[in-house]
């Protein structure tokens, strides 16, 4: 089964509004990512983590990390329409395997 | 700077045929992931290649598919014979240092659709 799942599937905000998305992971991790997925395209990197740190920012978003309770979440501030996209956390598991979660569909209306 | 580059973007061809993609990756990675994308399964590695040596094909989900990495800039995933269930979006990446602890770099994928 896939490591990680995010909440909400779906979300929608107006523009200007702050976004926030969780995800949940079931075993250790050394590190967890955050995925964008514009319709179409392949992903893009958002912002890593690793498992000691707590929280870690990148422009306007925010990415906490709580390894106790196996979860993160992404954080958009100020959002925009250009916002509008499948974000998705990975986690690194045991071995060489690498899980996306299913993800969350982000719509910023204008 | 290119980006990881996939060939073809879209594929349509009728069960029973091989089906090969192509991916070149970004010059001075040296991991390599293929990744199948469904709405039903949601994206799963399929396979892992670290310096063109196959690492991790645990997730390859059958005997009729194949991954292979001639050279540091040269992939190629095929399937053969392939199957309507087989349909999907096939994206590949590449990563310097690893699966571990770096970001991964997807190329745009292959839409494939098996009738």
């Known amino acids: 089964s896939q490591q990680g799942e995010e909440d909400p599937q779906a979300l929608s905000i107006q523009e200007g509004e702050n976004a926030t998305m969780n995800c949940s992971y079931k075993?250790?991790?050394?590190?967890l990512q955050w995925y964008r997925q514009n319709s179409g395209r392949g992903l893009v990197h958002l912002i890593l983590?690793?498992?000691?740190?707590r929280e870690k920012h990148s422009g306007r978003l925010r990415v906490t990390l709580d390894t106790s309770k196996k979860s993160s979440s992404l954080l958009i501030t100020a959002s925009r329409a250009a916002d509008t996209a499948s974000y998705f956390c990975?986690?690194?598991?045991?071995?060489?395997?690498?899980?996306f979660g299913t993800g969350t569909s982000l719509t910023v209306i204008p | 700077d290119a980006g990881v580059i996939q060939s073809p973007r879209h594929e349509v061809t009728e069960m029973g045929q091989e089906v090969t993609l192509r991916c070149k990756p970004i010059?001075?990675?040296?991991?390599l992931f293929w990744y199948r994308q469904t709405m039903m399964r949601g994206l799963e590695l399929l396979i892992y290649?670290?310096?063109?040596?196959?690492?991790?094909d645990s997730g390859m989900p059958e005997d009729r598919f194949s991954a292979k990495m001639p050279n540091a800039s040269f992939s190629t995933l095929k399937i053969q014979p392939s199957e309507p269930r087989d349909s999907a979006v096939y994206f590949c990446?590449?990563?310097?240092?690893?699966?571990?602890?770096?970001?991964?770099?997807f190329g745009d994928g292959t839409r494939l659709s098996i009738l």
């Open positions: 010059s001075g990675h040296n991991s």
């Open positions: 983590i690793r498992s000691n740190e």
């Open positions: 075993t250790s991790i050394n590190n």
């Open positions: 290649f670290n310096n063109n040596v196959p690492i991790d």
């Open positions: 990975a986690t690194d598991g045991t071995g060489n395997q690498f899980y």
């Open positions: 990446a590449s990563s310097f240092g690893g699966i571990r602890n770096q970001p991964q770099h």
